[in-house]
T-cell receptor
Framework: AQSVTQPDIHITVSEGASLELRCNYS??????LFWYVQSPGQGLQLLLK??????LVQGIKGFEAEFKRSQSSFNLRKPSVHWSDAAEYFC????????????FGSGTRLQVQP | DGGITQSPKYLFRKEGQNVTLSCEQN?????MYWYRQDPGQGLRLIYY???????QKGDIAEGYSVSREKKESFPLTVTSAQKNPTAFYLC?????????????FGQGTRLTVV
């Protein structure tokens, strides 16, 4: 079955430190890959997406993600975290066949220490 | 402003009652989705509709029903058959069913059974 795994439920980093959030997927082919961010009690906002081409993609708010086919991973990174980055982050994947709906990971909650 | 509006923001339901969550979009999007969010489980797909007058079951459709009589509206009814309806519900829409188009999310409805 297709699945998305975010192995880190909760991460705490200090403001100004670098960040990497992990995402692994299990699909038969290369899926469409997304990272979303959610503030408490709010909807989701798209940070970035990967469809094809350059495996390093840039998104909003200074985030980037790298697609690694050999590892079935799409990890999210930021070189210097700001207190406003505290939120929950979701990795999502979709295929261009079948039902064509996003499948989400369980999320990683990020806390930022001053 | 274009966007997705979910109402109400908070909803309380007595056991045995049906309740309907509203989702309206003025983005002229063909595809619409309902997700349920529980702590630590990410978002799970309830129902989706890729075009007006058509909808499909997602992964957790039992105890829920939908309609898509108008392009801009995709209401979700939580029936008394849903045994554990307390959750955060998110509606999303996309311009079409293709995976290379962005999904936009509403602000969510928090449903609590009292």
């Amino acid at each position: 079955a297709q699945s998305v795994t975010q192995p880190d439920i909760h991460i705490t980093v200090s403001e100004g430190a670098s960040l990497e959030l992990r995402c692994n997927y299990s699909y038969g082919a290369t899926p469409y890959l997304f990272w979303y961010v959610q503030s408490p009690g709010q909807g989701l906002q798209l940070l970035l997406k990967y469809f094809s081409g350059d495996t390093l993609v840039q998104g909003i708010k200074g985030f980037e993600a790298e697609f690694k086919r050999s590892q079935s991973s799409f990890n999210l990174r930021k070189p210097s975290v700001h207190w406003s980055d505290a939120a929950e982050y979701f990795c999502a994947v979709g295929m261009d066949t079948g039902r064509r709906a996003l499948t989400f990971g369980s999320g990683t909650r990020l806390q930022v220490q001053p | 402003d274009g966007g997705i509006t979910q109402s109400p923001k908070y909803l309380f339901r007595k056991e045995g009652q049906n309740v309907t969550l509203s989702c309206e979009q003025n983005l002229n999007h063909d595809a619409m989705y309902w997700y349920r969010q529980d702590p630590g489980q990410g978002l799970r797909l309830i129902y989706y509709s890729q075009i007006v007058n058509d909808f499909q079951k997602g992964d957790i459709a039992e105890g829920y029903s939908v309609s898509r009589e108008k392009k801009e509206s995709f209401p979700l009814t939580v029936t008394s058959a849903q045994k554990n309806p307390t959750a955060f519900y998110l509606c999303a829409s996309k311009v079409d069913r293709e995976m290379n188009t962005e999904a936009f999310f509403g602000q969510g409805t928090r449903l609590t059974v009292v």
